[in-house]
């Protein structure tokens, strides 16, 4: 069931033509589906249930309060790469006991909120920052839960920004290493090696990758066993990928078909990242034809929106579908047309040579799969103020974070006196 639709000849999200939400909030916009969000998080929550698991939310995909609130009340946790996360995700009632922390750089300050706050594990990217958690765990008097995040050398047949599984990414600890790792971490006084981690890349469309890490990283589980190094937790990461285009990825329970005997009758307990797979489809970036132009016989519907609301096609070169709120446009003849913000840059668009219908000055359209690295990879570049966002819930919406100002723009900043 999807819940962006036309009806009644507009473009709906739930049962809210979004044409209200621009009356209400103007344009650009965030909005997120309540229905879609909880659903897809329900889907993977139910295609594991046969094993004893736990989904924690990637919070970099989209990190709003209100987003996370809906995944910990269904049970979820979090999977946090930040301070910044952590104090959202505690914030949004996130249970510490169900948070997994991972990243490259860890600074101490964030080690010892996340020591304090009782999260469940550390996901640890190479020895240096074992013996930084180490140190921090022995000043508090704690012992702190680890897992290795070991990287299997899997090709995760991604975009090469998003691929983060293969040995010369800058994740994780090299696969022929890790045991002698885990040797060295099992042996610290302030350490408890409690999991492994796994997280290979994103918008991963194959089954097979999956599979082969997971393969590489039970093997090395069962020879820290063999040690008497017990491994409780084993985390998968994240990385399903969703359809933006025509990709075809498997559903979440093929994926619990393929892995769920692996690690069933194990006793352990698997924990999942999934971030876009659960919000990217949720949520819709709505933005107004500002002008249009033809150059040279192409066509530019420039929008209100731009590269620093939505950077993935500018990033990555990625495709976001386009859909006028206004059914009636799908009636019209089509023209090849780039989709571009006001930003002054030429990378600065949300389409290129997009077959569309002729839109009119004014006339608004959804931009979407923008609910998952949307907004949190927003800035405010050019001085532009970022958009707000709005979470629908069948007939109802709220504005879940609001438009920033002019004033929000210079927060923090002093001008010295000699410049006064
Ligand atoms: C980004 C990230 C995820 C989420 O990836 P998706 O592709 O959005 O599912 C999960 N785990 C880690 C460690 C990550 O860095």
């Known amino acids: 069931m999807r819940h ?74 979090a999977d946090i790469v930040s301070g910044g996360e952590l104090f959202r995700a505690l914030k949004a009632g996130m249970e510490p006991g169900k948070i997994v922390f991972a990243g490259v750089g860890k600074k101490k300050d964030e080690i010892k909120s996340a020591l304090e706050a009782g999260i469940l594990m550390f996901n640890v990217e190479s020895s240096q920052e074992l013996l930084a958690i180490d140190t921090v765990a022995a000043e508090l008097g704690v012992k702190a839960k680890v897992a290795l995040r070991v990287n299997p050398n899997v090709d995760p047949q991604t975009h090469p920004y998003i691929s983060t599984g293969l040995k010369e990414n800058k994740f994780g600890i090299n696969y022929d290493s890790a045991f002698e790792e885990y040797r060295q971490a099992s042996a610290l006084d302030n350490i408890e090696v409690v999991g492994a981690h796994m997280h290979i890349g994103s918008q991963i469309t194959q089954i097979t990758p999956f599979v082969d890490a997971l393969d590489k990283t039970l093997a090395l589980v069962r020879g820290l ?44 307990t698997i924990i999942f990242e999934p971030g876009r797979v659960i919000a990217g489809n949720a949520g819709a970036l709505v933005t107004s034809v500002m002008y249009t132009k033809i150059n ?18 500018s990033l990555y070169g990625s495709y976001q579908g386009i859909v006028p709120l206004d059914e009636d446009t799908t009636s019209r003849k089509k023209v090849s047309a780039d989709v571009v913000g006001p930003i002054c840059e030429s990378g600065d668009f949300l389409a290129k040579d997009r077959i569309l219908p002729v839109l009119k000055q004014g006339e608004m359209i959804a931009v979407m799969s923008a609910g998952a690295y949307g907004f949190t990879m927003s800035s405010n570049y050019n001085s532009r103020p970022r958009v707000p966002e709005i979470l629908v819930n069948g007939s109802q919406f709220n504005i879940i974070r609001e438009r920033e100002t002019y004033d929000d723009l210079v927060r923090g900043e002093t001008v010295p006196d000699y410049l006064k």
């Open 225 to 268: 066993e063999n040690e008497g190094i017990n491994i409780q937790y084993i985390d998968v990461g994240g990385g399903l990928g969703i359809t933006y285009n025509d990709e075809a990825p498997p559903h979440p329970k093929e994926l619990a078909e393929a892995i769920a005997p692996l690690l069933k009758d194990s006793g352990r």
């Open 296 to 313: 040279e016989g192409k066509t530019f519907y420039i929008v209100d929106a731009a590269m620093n609301d939505l950077a993935r096609p």
């Open 4 to 77: 962006f639709e036309y009806k009644n000849g507009e473009y709906y999200c739930e049962d809210v033509p979004l044409s209200t939400i621009a009356k209400e909030v103007g344009t650009p916009f965030y909005c997120y589906s309540h229905a879609t969000l909880s659903r897809h998080y329900d889907v993977f929550d139910k295609a594991f249930e046969t094993i004893p698991h736990l989904i924690c939310f990637a919070v970099k995909a989209n990190s709003n309060l209100s987003v996370l609130k809906i995944f910990s009340k269904l049970g979820g946790g």
